[in-house]
Nanobody
Framework: QVQLVESGGGLVQAGGSLRLSCAAS????????MAWYRQAPGKQRELVAD???????NYVDSVKGRFTISRDNAKNTVYLQMNSLKPEDTAVYYC??????????????WGQGTQITVSS
């Protein structure tokens, strides 16, 4: 059974920092791309950042230079370090494994989400 469990959300003032963690189980973590998405009220879910098995990263323009995605394959965990947070970063953040191969089919998996609220 695949599980993605996020932690680290909360309330922070603008300019502050938070680090999200996502612990994965049930997948061969080291070979899979991992991602963070977010969804603000009334908006579509958007990709924030992703990281490949080789460590290549990709960010949405609005977080470049402020957020850093990383992974620890020994701990089956992906992180999102968020600095210089802005009120517009307020959203529910989701951990995602977008393309997991199982029995010749690809599946996508989501965590339960964690709320980030940035106050001005």
């Amino acid at each position: 059974q695949v599980q993605l469990v996020e932690s680290g959300g909360g309330l922070v003032q603008a300019g502050g920092s938070l680090r999200l963690s996502c612990a994965a189980s049930g997948i061969l973590f080291s070979i899979n791309t991992m991602a963070w998405y977010r969804q603000a009220p009334g908006k579509q879910r958007e990709l924030v950042a992703d990281i490949t098995s080789s460590g290549s990263t990709n960010y949405v323009d609005s977080v470049k230079g402020r957020f850093t995605i990383s992974r620890d394959n020994a701990k089956n965990t992906v992180y999102l370090q968020m600095n210089s947070l802005k009120p517009e970063d307020t959203a529910v953040y989701y951990c995602n494994a977008p393309r997991v191969l199982s029995w010749n089919r690809y599946y996508t998996y989501w965590g339960q989400g964690t709320q980030i609220t940035v106050s001005s």
